[in-house]
């Protein structure tokens, strides 16, 4: 939750802010991507901060105090040579973009995907197992299917045979295994809600900064 500062004069959706904003405040639906100027929901995108000495600091969770920049979770637009620029300008201070960004972006929204999981599993409402995910499948139980990368496309198929319209995401091997204390896992599902749908936002981020790294399309065999 952010409170708006500055708006665009095309359609008054806000780049920047000027902070988490208190209780009974209500934030943007809409955040614009300030390299790209396309804007999405909030959940979507990733706000930055600058830290102490001047460099840029994801703020995964869109808490941290200060003026907050936002970006389109997007591997091109966290690799446009002119973000140390951009950001600097909507800052209003000159900083720079720390190396690693991108692989750190990745590292921190895979610890975000591992940690829906396991949430979803100590709360009863995701299983894994082939066998345990097929029987939710068709009970009508599931609000998104989880799978590990790598994992065969047939089987998959298999596995969504008559429900192939569920969503599906594909997360790191160890990921998946840590969120369920297993040294492996390849197949989970999660009940239909909010922590499911928290897990779709959370990978629809993962994939736009890991692309290229994870297989296939968000749902199978349409």
């Not at 390299?35 to 994801?58: K, L, N, Y």
Request: charged share 25%.
């Amino acid at each position: 939750m952010v409170r708006e500062t500055r708006v665009t004069t095309e359609d008054h959706i806000p780049d920047v802010d000027d902070g988490p904003s208190g209780r009974g405040r209500r934030a943007p639906s809409q955040r614009r991507c300030l390299v790209s100027r396309t804007h999405d929901a909030p959940c979507h995108m990733i706000r930055f901060v600058v830290g102490p000495e001047g460099s840029i600091v994801a703020d995964l969770a869109a808490r941290l105090p200060g003026r907050g920049m936002w970006l389109k979770a997007d591997r091109t637009v966290l690799e446009d040579g002119q973000l140390a620029r951009i950001f600097s300008r909507a800052a209003r201070q000159k900083v720079n973009v720390p190396e690693g960004l991108l692989e750190s972006l990745k590292d921190g929204l895979a610890k975000r995907l591992l940690d829906g999981i396991s949430l979803g599993r100590r709360a009863g409402e995701a299983v894994c197992g082939f066998q345990k995910c097929r029987e939710r499948i068709v009970s009508g139980r599931v609000g998104v299917v989880i799978c590990a990368a790598g994992a065969s496309q047939d089987e998959v198929a298999r596995l969504l045979s008559g429900q192939r319209e569920l969503p599906v995401v594909w997360v790191p091997r160890a990921v998946l295994a840590a969120s369920f204390g297993r040294e492996h896992a390849v197949y989970a599902v999660m009940a239909p809600g909010a922590l499911a749908e928290r897990l779709k936002a959370e990978y629809k981020r993962f994939a736009g900064v890991a692309e290229g790294t994870l297989p296939g399309p968000d749902t199978v065999g349409q």
